[in-house]
């Protein structure tokens, strides 16, 4: 018998014993690469989702005068948290907590309050409050889900590069390379939606609650009313100033015949307000303490020098022909003296502590900033409102005060921490309309020929001199003077 007869009749050869063992044998490395390739293509698809929530833009939702931006924040570990407000340039917890790993982000671009605005609120009101809240929830949803709409396609984006890359680099044909980039899109959109539905679905949910950001933020630093007005009313007033030690010009020459108020703040006659009032021939009241807070000063009673000072915006409030209004505050909020005092007995300023010191009177700060400031956007009369902000004491010399603990090193710290309180200061009044106006004492700083500062053995170390408000009341002047203001009008009404 030949071997040839052992082969089957119709031409095809007889299966091998164990071929199908073999076969099935054969199947193993089969599915394991093609569960090794889904692996590759999910984490792939995971570095998409990643990178696409870094780049997303937020979106912009507007409702009842204020305009935020919708995004997402980065990922957290926590099922639940807060989500982030960017306030004037600062990252603060929201009051309400989400659930999931992905929370939303929120930026405050502007708010516009005007009369028509505030009838169209108080109108929603009478009516149950169905108009102007649920307008700002349904923003803030819309802004969301246009968020990852966006996020989605932007995934795949990502996706579509990462996969032609990996493609590229495994040597694939052109049509398993287009298999492979087609399949791989679509798990990672489909591992996005997926991640979204479960770590962000009861996001919408939440955001249906806000009524107006005094729910993102909290009630002390959007509380629903300014403070009550104080005193009696001042019909003659065409210019307040509101603030603290630099408006109040401690350290210089009081005021004539002071009264105990203006002893006790440090009120003086070279105060910039002076200043104005004398170049411009108005009448300018200046309500500005040495020591003032947002909160102890501005907004609520302060207590120094054995007297309760009342707050300085209720008796704004009493002046309804004032149509300007000059604002110098923040540094005590970020207790500066305290921050100066650290500065010079650490061995360096920039230490962990002093710079999450430093962050969290800031973030506190910018809560407390946007209170005022929504308050200022509510006076009637709809003022000009002047934001000044700091200026920088220290030049590029400081040998003078090395003797003292500054050194060059750690006034650099100091005034770029200044700046960050300017930037959150310029953000703010951008964010309301109103104006910025920065002060430069360049050339006239500590340590030079003729300093516009108070030295450190003066009364008022690091505080303005007579020079040095003139040279504050002159940007004001300057700011005023682009807009066609007839101030002095105001005051004989």
């Known amino acids: 018998m030949n071997l040839s007869d052992l082969q089957p009749r119709s031409g095809r050869r007889a299966p091998a014993a164990g071929s199908g063992a073999d076969s099935r044998v054969g199947l193993w490395p089969r ?12 984490l792939i698809g995971a570095i998409a989702a990643w990178l696409a929530l870094l780049v997303t833009p937020a979106q912009s939702v507007s409702a009842a005068g204020q305009t935020l931006k919708v995004g997402a924040a980065s990922p957290h570990l926590s099922l639940a948290g807060s989500g982030e407000l960017d306030l004037f340039g600062q990252s603060v917890p929201t009051t309400l907590q989400f659930s999931g790993l992905i929370r939303p982000k929120l930026v405050l671009t502007h708010i516009t309050i005007d009369s028509q605005l505030t009838q169209f609120v108080q109108t929603s009101a009478d009516h149950g409050g169905a108009g102007a809240q ?16 966006w996020q989605t396609l932007v995934t795949a984006g990502f996706a579509v590069l990462l996969l032609l890359a990996f493609s590229g680099l495994r040597h694939y044909t052109h049509r398993r390379m287009f298999k492979v980039v087609a399949i ?30 005094s729910d993102l933020v909290g009630d002390s630093a959007a509380g629903p009313t300014a403070p009550a007005p104080v ?63 947002v909160t102890a000063g501005i907004l609520g009673p302060q207590d120094t020098g054995g007297v309760t000072v009342p707050p300085q915006f209720g008796v704004l409030e009493q002046a309804p022909h004032a149509s300007v209004v000059v604002v110098s ?25 002093s ?32 934001i000044n902000t700091y200026f920088d004491p220290f030049g590029p010399d400081v040998k003078c005060l090395v003797g003292d603990g500054f050194t060059p090193a750690k006034t650099k710290v100091l005034s770029a921490r200044l700046a960050t309180l300017n930037t959150v200061l310029a953000d703010g009044a ?33 505080h303005p001199t007579a020079a040095g408000e003139l040279t504050i009341a002159l940007a004001d002047q300057q700011a005023l003077s682009t807009d066609a203001l007839s101030v002095s009008a105001a005051g004989a009404k």
């Open 31 to 42: 599915a394991r690469r093609a569960a090794a390739l889904f692996c590759v293509l999910l």
């Open 430 to 462: 951008q964010t309301f309309g109103f104006t910025t106006v920065r002060p430069s004492f360049a050339g006239h700083e500590l340590c030079s020929s003729q300093p516009y500062v108070q030295g450190l053995k003066a009364a008022a170390p690091f």
């Open 329 to 353: 505050i923040g540094a005590n909020d970020l207790r500066w003296v305290a921050t100066a005092a650290l500065c010079v007995m650490a061995a360096a300023c920039d230490d962990q502590a």
């Open 231 to 293: 005193g009696v009313s001042l019909p003659g007033v065409q210019a307040v100033v509101i603030g603290d030690s630099t408006a109040a010009a401690i350290g210089n020459p009081p005021v004539a015949h002071p009264s105990a108020q203006d002893t006790a703040c440090g009120r003086s006659a070279d105060s910039y307000a002076a200043d104005l009032a004398q170049v411009n021939g108005w009448k300018v009241l200046n309500l500005a303490c040495s020591g003032a807070t």
């Open 355 to 386: 710079t999450a010191y430093f962050q969290s009177n800031l973030n506190d700060f910018a809560r407390g900033f946007y209170d005022m400031l929504h308050d200022l956007a509510g006076l009637p009369q709809h003022p000009k409102v002047l």
């Open 184 to 213: 791989g899109t679509l798990v990672a959109v489909a591992a996005n939606i997926g991640a979204v539905a479960l770590f962000a679905a009861g996001t919408p949910g939440t955001l249906r609650q806000v009524k107006s950001l």
């Open 134 to 149: 649920n307008r700002l929830a349904a923003s803030l949803v819309g802004g969301w889900e246009r968020y990852f709409l």
